[in-house]
């Protein structure tokens, strides 16, 4: 179930004959344009209903593309001289910023020539140029970045949020959060009705700091109208567990808990590999194994759920890891193909505007 079409805007990504369009910057992240066009090209021969417009240096792009059969007649190169690079502090980009691929790319969002936009640059330039660019939903006052959680749950993720976008939220902010995460729950993973949880480090509602325990109560009362269940209080090893789906924090705890997980994932399958090369035996278990250990390096693979997306913004944006190769940046778009077509951004917005309308009320009733 999806928010209520009757509240919801027409999409505004622009379709060309049935298709959906991404824009892409090109330009950012550790690997340059090489790993973005490969991960352009994968996407591509998997998903014919996708397009892009891509932004950066015209003539090595114009070079990679041609080399890939599968992006032929489907890219639109806008030259951008400039490149945000990963030491280019936010303040500066927000004054020198246009010209750049990653200012080109949000722009094609704000002018609804794509649905959706994916970046592999500095994360914190990204939000500044997003904020400048496409300004804050009516209603917001902190945007989060969400991110995919490998769990047991059916849809095989759940969602945590914020993990890097303030390290500060207030209770008001993390109610806003949890009505966010709930919209993409329903629109990105076609969670019914999305269970909620707030991280804590304990349970008990007597435990955690005087704002967690505000946004408790904020958020059980909102639950009804935000079209979701509150669960309470949650801990980090319910992060990857079946007890919820949305899970909400201030972005200084998620980022430490997602980078937390990605290095985790990692140790893991550098284990299981040190371990399958032991012996002569075990490399002989590992081919009798090769089809299950296959299934679990792709379950828990942080390339495969790569993409945080900015989320209380009047516009999609999705930020890929900056590390990110051919798989990671695919991942990412991926991400963006499934919010931009679902039309997820519309819905996002009335949903954050029925719950502002409906806290507005709720505090006038109290004050008189």
Same mark, same amino acid.
């Given at each position: ?5 009757? !509240? ?70 806008? &030259? ?32 609804? /020539? ?14 500044? %140029? ?34 890097? =976008?303030?390290?500060?939220?207030? =209770? ?5 959060? $949890? ?19 707030? %991280? ?5 509602? &007597? ?31 319910? %992060? ?21 997980? /990605?290095? !985790? =994932? ?49 516009? !999609? ?9 051919? !798989? ?20 996002? $917005? ?19």
């Amino acid at each position: 179930m999806t928010d209520d079409p009757a !509240t919801i805007q027409e999409q505004r990504a622009p379709e060309n004959r049935g298709s959906v369009v991404i824009s892409v910057d090109a330009m950012g992240g550790d690997r340059g344009p090489l790993a973005v066009v490969a991960g352009m090209a994968e996407s591509a021969g998997k998903n014919p209903e996708i397009r892009f417009i891509v932004h950066g240096d015209q003539d090595q792009l114009r070079r990679l593309i041609n080399r890939r059969k599968q992006l032929s007649d489907r890219c639109d190169i806008r &030259h951008a001289a400039g490149v945000v690079t990963m030491e280019d502090k936010p303040s500066q980009i927000l004054r020198k910023g246009d010209g750049t691929s990653m200012w080109s790319a949000i722009e094609s969002v704000r002018k609804g /020539e794509a649905g959706a936009a994916v970046s592999c640059g500095n994360t914190g330039a990204l939000m500044a %140029l997003s904020m400048l660019r496409l300004r804050k939903l009516p209603g917001v006052n902190r945007p989060a970045i969400a991110c995919l959680w490998p769990s047991k749950n059916p849809q095989g993720f759940n969602i945590m949020l914020d993990v890097g =976008a303030d390290i500060r939220a207030d =209770a008001p902010d993390l109610l806003q959060y $949890a009505m966010m995460g709930a919209s993409y729950a329903r629109n990105g993973l076609d969670v019914e009705r999305p269970r909620v949880g707030l %991280l804590n480090v304990g349970t008990e509602e &007597h435990k955690g700091r005087a704002e967690l325990k505000q946004a408790h109560d904020l958020i059980a009362d909102a639950a009804g109208t935000g079209g979701f269940d509150y669960v309470g209080f949650v801990e980090g090893g319910d %992060l990857p567990s079946s007890r919820v789906d949305v899970i909400v924090t201030d972005g200084f705890t998620g980022n430490i808990a997602l980078k937390t997980g /990605e290095g !985790t =994932a990692k140790l893991v399958g550098e284990f299981l590999r040190a371990a399958f090369a032991n012996s002569i035996m075990s490399k002989f278990a590992a081919v009798l194994a090769m089809t299950s250990l296959k299934r679990l390096q792709k379950r828990i693979d942080p390339r495969r759920v790569n993409g945080g997306i900015f989320l209380g913004l009047n516009g !999609t944006v999705v930020k890929s890891h900056g590390s990110a190769d051919a !798989t990671g940046v695919s991942a990412a778009i991926k991400l963006a193909f499934t919010l931009a077509k679902s039309g997820f951004q519309d819905r996002l $917005a009335a949903r954050v505007a029925q719950v502002a309308s409906a806290t507005t009320a709720g505090e006038s009733e109290t004050s008189t």
